[in-house]
C-alpha cells in the first residue's frame, strides 16, 4: 500500500490525498452536511486558508425547520454554492 510505503496511517494517508487534491484545485470552499461531523471539513479548510460551508440533504430536516421542504432546502443549498463559487 502507498500509505505503509510512506510511513503513515491509512486515515493520515487519506486525509494528506484529500488535503493535497484540495490545494491542486484551488478549493475556495470546503463543503459539510449538516448531518455529518464538520471536524474533517474544518481542519481541511483551516489548513487551505478558506471557509466552509453546508450543504443540507432532506435528511438533515428537524423540528426547527419543519416548515421547509425539499425545494426549500436545495434553494438553500444552491444559494451556499453560488456563495462559494462567486456566482451571481
Keep these: 500500500m502507498a500509505y505503509e510505503e510512506a510511513g ?7 486525509g494528506l ?8 484545485a ?6 459539510t452536511e449538516r448531518l455529518a461531523s464538520p471536524k474533517l471539513a474544518d481542519t481541511l479548510a483551516s489548513d487551505l486558508d ?3 460551508a453546508v450543504l443540507d ?5 428537524s423540528d426547527d425547520d419543519a416548515d421547509d ?5 436545495m434553494r438553500e443549498n444552491l444559494a ?6 462567486g456566482c451571481p
Design 57 to 61: 440533504p432532506i435528511e438533515g430536516l
Design 50 to 52: 478558506t471557509e466552509t
Design 17 to 24: 490525498t484529500l488535503a493535497a487534491s484540495a490545494a491542486a
Design 80 to 85: 451556499a454554492l453560488q456563495r462559494a463559487g
Design 26 to 31: 484551488a478549493c475556495g470552499t470546503v463543503f
Design 8 to 14: 503513515v496511517s491509512r486515515r493520515n494517508f487519506l
Design 69 to 73: 421542504d425539499y425545494l426549500d432546502l
